[in-house]
């Protein structure tokens, strides 16, 4: 038996059993042992670790005290590694800076001269390559906007439609163009193989615009981590269901995401994402700016927290914190908020309704039927709890696929799997013996109903739902169910 023996966080206030987990961004306002452990305690699920900013030496050390927190609580934690991807930036100014005014023409060149009012370095060819007359630009994320007029081998020549000061490596954007660049640069191989050396759970995969951006991750990743594929590119929708089933999870990406879509499209892009994913059984994180306000605020605006209500209405798997908790003055406290505002929902009939008229119809083989079984059969005998042998975490994700009313209790054949099963959508974990050949059905049955009841999650007498494969050991036999009380 591992030390990971209990289920992952259950409650975010005694007596409810919160089903959509909550992931939370580690930076300055929490790289200490003693706040990971708040937040943990507060809630926190998956902690996410932002390869966009820190040095190895900072997520080394920030991955060794989840890892203790982890041994010492008993309980699975999750840890995603989210690396940069390409990041398109604007050279230097020789201000320093430099307003552009609406109407007026703007160059950017392949020049590595300093920019003036007229023109700025562009170090990107495979912008000028791709852009074509009347591409849009976007530039320090959407608040500046170039239209294309001209391209030459070395430059775009373009017209100011929405202007403002633009300063030093500011970010550029090109919403509506396929630009030729791979989804990982050098830093991000680098980083993901300190990452995956250490053991993280997920990978955050950006700039993804094709399947192929996902496929070349693979070929690096293998089976060692969930690839979690974020979704900010609106190339990729236009891809989203090769891409979606190529991915171990997603996560619907609003900043950038928000920057080169209208805003009016946003909310309607979240809910197919969501709705996809639910479909294909992937869990799907909904991020950005979620409780923005808490940043600076103890408590967030009510447009936040119907923000966050909305993705648990839509029935995302996890809901995550960026900056509230990275760089915030109330991380403790947003994750607290957050999981009000989650077990609130939760504790609704209409969001209860809603889960029961989204369920998707099983698909056409025996781990789905039996999945989708286990969920009827616990409705119908008002089971505490639905626990699954699951080797690898898959017939975990397929039941939590169903949405059951009751907790999923995922007993995992090992570490890695249980931790990757804190993101997904009503499923506790722990790491459990996943027994022989020679071992009788009716002895794994009685095991998951004590493990159910000492985990907290049935009393004796209650009727638990126990969903297993036959032989055991082997991934993908899940076959067979049995309903049991408690003793």
């Not at 982890?70 to 934690?77: L, T, Y």
């Not at 995992?412 to 959508?425: I, K, P, Q, T």
């Amino acid at each position: 038996m591992s030390a990971i023996s209990k289920p992952a966080s259950a409650t975010s206030k005694p007596g409810h059993q919160r089903r959509t987990k909550i992931v939370s961004t580690l930076g300055p306002a929490s790289s200490t042992a003693a706040m990971i452990e708040r937040l943990f305690n507060a809630g926190v699920d998956v902690f996410r670790l932002n390869f966009s900013h820190g040095t190895h030496e900072d997520h080394a050390s920030r991955i060794s005290m989840i890892r203790d927190l982890e041994a010492r609580s008993g309980r699975p934690i999750g840890i995603l590694a989210d690396v940069q991807g390409p990041k398109l930036r604007v050279g230097q100014f020789d201000a320093g800076r430099a307003a552009l005014a609406h109407g007026t023409r703007f160059r950017l060149d392949l020049d590595p001269a300093l920019g003036t009012a007229d023109r700025v370095n562009l170090p990107h060819p495979e912008i000028i390559q791709a852009a074509q007359v009347g591409s849009l630009l976007l530039l320090d994320d959407g608040k500046l906007r170039l239209r294309v007029l001209e391209k030459g081998t070395d430059y775009l020549a373009t017209e100011v439609i929405t202007g403002g000061i633009l300063s030093d490596r500011k970010g550029v954007n090109v919403p509506d163009v396929v630009l030729p660049i791979p989804a990982l640069t050098t830093k991000d191989r680098i980083d993901l193989d300190f990452a995956l050396a250490h053991g993280v759970d997920y990978v955050g995969l950006s700039f993804v615009q094709r399947p192929a951006d996902v496929q070349e991750a693979r070929e690096i990743i293998g089976n060692r981590a969930w690839i979690m594929t974020k979704i900010e590119k609106p190339q990729a929708l236009d891809n989203l269901g090769e891409i979606l089933a190529l991915s171990d999870c997603v996560m619907v990406a609003r900043g950038d995401l928000g920057v080169e879509l209208p805003p009016e499209e946003v909310p309607l892009v979240q809910k197919r994402i969501v709705r996809e994913a639910r479909l294909l059984g992937k869990p799907v994180v909904v991020a950005t700016q979620m409780l923005e306000s808490m940043i600076s605020s103890p408590a967030p605006t009510r447009a936040e927290a119907s923000d966050v209500a909305t993705a648990v209405f839509d029935g995302a798997d996890a809901v995550m914190l960026s900056a509230e908790t990275a760089a915030g003055q109330y991380p403790e406290e947003a994750v607290e908020i957050m999981g009000r505002i989650v077990t609130r929902v939760e504790r609704d009939a209409g969001w209860q309704a809603l889960m029961q008229a989204s369920r998707p119809a099983p698909e056409h083989y025996a781990a789905d039927a039996i999945a989708a079984a286990a969920q009827q059969v616990a409705q119908t005998v008002a089971a505490k709890v639905i626990v699954a042998y699951t080797l690898s975490g898959r017939s975990a994700l397929r039941i939590a696929r169903e949405r059951p009313e009751c907790l999923v209790l995922g007993l995992a054949g090992n570490a890695e799997a249980a931790r990757r099963l804190s993101l997904v959508w009503g499923v506790r974990s722990c790491v459990a013996d996943q027994g022989s050949d020679d071992v009788t059905f009716g002895h794994v049955v009685q095991v998951a109903a004590v493990l159910a009841r000492e985990n907290g999650l049935a009393a004796t007498g209650d009727a638990v739902v126990v969903v297993a494969g036959v032989p055991f050991g082997k991934a993908g036999s899940t076959n067979s169910l049995r309903i049991v009380r408690v003793p």
